[in-house]
């Protein structure tokens, strides 16, 4: 039905990957990954995460070879850059806004330079992103979700 699942699999392996070998001095250097949401609020937390996933046929694009059809699906992964810095409100928002930017942009720089990321003929790129500033009882919160799109092509065989 849909590569969604396996591209969102993809994306956060990778990512994992890339994280744990990163240096200090890295922006991806001290963060966490997970699939979902890990529910941690802690102050001095610094969390890339999975959300929804979502798939559209666009109707363009489709590959026929005889009686097969492979389909052009754009698979769209939510990804949350989170970070948490005390002590809040002015100088803690500003240090964890600068955490968020400079990893948004680190990732962004690895979908532009692995745009097959996700395999295949997959091409990943960040499509959107919405931020939000969150006063927490230990510091202050920035939060960067992104819409990363992944474009391939599914194939459902033959009938």
């Not at 990163?22 to 610094?46: C, H, I, M, R």
């Not at 890339?48 to 109707?59: D, L, Q, T, V």
Request: proline letters at 4%.
């Amino acid at each position: 039905m849909s590569n969604v699942y396996a591209a969102k699999r993809a994306l956060f392996d990778r990512l994992g990957r890339l994280v744990a070998e990163a240096q200090e001095g890295s922006p991806l250097w001290g963060f966490a990954v997970s699939y979902v949401w890990p529910g941690d609020t802690n102050a001095g937390l610094k969390q890339i995460y999975g959300g929804r996933p979502s798939f559209e046929h666009p109707g363009e694009d489709d590959m026929e070879e005889g009686d097969d059809t492979a389909f052009h699906e754009v698979a769209s992964v939510m990804l949350s850059v989170r970070a948490t810095v005390s002590p809040f409100p002015d100088a803690g928002q500003r240090a964890s806004d600068e955490i968020v930017e400079e990893t948004v942009f680190e990732i962004g720089r690895l979908l532009r330079g692995n745009k097959h990321l996700c395999g295949g003929q997959s091409v990943a790129r960040i499509r959107s992103g919405v931020g939000d500033n969150l006063p927490h009882n230990d510091g202050a919160v920035s939060l960067m979700s992104l819409r990363v799109d992944i474009e391939s092509y599914v194939d459902y065989g033959e009938e």
